[in-house]
């Protein structure tokens, strides 16, 4: 007897990556689960290097009660690099940020059906209702690789259809 398939389920992560990568100005490449090297197997750079990148956890929130709501709050790091340098390029991190937290300002982008894809799998829609940054951005220090890295809180409600129970 085989276990049956699993439908793939929208989760606060992947609702998280698709709204910060449909922000104008950023792609789903510019944010992942974990910072991607920065370099490529063929020894080029990595094209996070110039745009910046940024990492997204989820750290708390809770589902509602009654409705099929979720309501995370997703640990974002934004990450930034000048190779070659000892300088970390805390104006393009800063940057990153500000433009995620003018979209939590930004009344015209919720509401949207977001359709999360990851690897081909496409996950069951999503709309972001709210969204606001539970702490603001700031810098973390002391990193081997002298990247810039900006750590902040991000609060979502979002709901999905195929979380409805009928």
């Known amino acids: 007897m085989t276990n049956p398939a699993i439908p793939p389920a929208t989760t606060d992560r992947l609702v998280a990556k698709t709204w910060i990568g449909s922000i104008p100005g950023f792609t789903m490449e510019m944010v992942g689960d974990r910072l991607p090297p920065d370099v490529n ?75 999360p894809v990851v690897d081909g799998v496409v996950y069951p829609v999503a709309t972001v209702k709210s969204a606001y940054m539970a702490t603001t951005f700031r ?11 900006l750590q902040g809180d991000l609060a979502l409600t979002w709901t999905s259809r195929s979380q409805i129970i009928p």
């Open 41 to 115: 197997p063929d020894r080029s750079q990595a094209a996070w290097i110039r745009t910046g990148f940024v990492t997204v956890a989820t750290s708390g929130g809770n589902p509602d009660q009654m409705l099929p709501v979720s309501k995370p709050v997703i640990s974002l790091k934004v990450w930034a690099a000048l190779p070659g340098s000892n300088d970390p390029p805390w104006g393009l991190a800063e940057a990153i940020g500000a433009a995620i937290t003018r979209a939590t300002w930004d009344r015209t982008g919720f509401g949207r059906p977001l359709t």
């Open 139 to 149: 810098r973390l220090y002391d990193d081997a690789a002298d990247y810039a890295c």
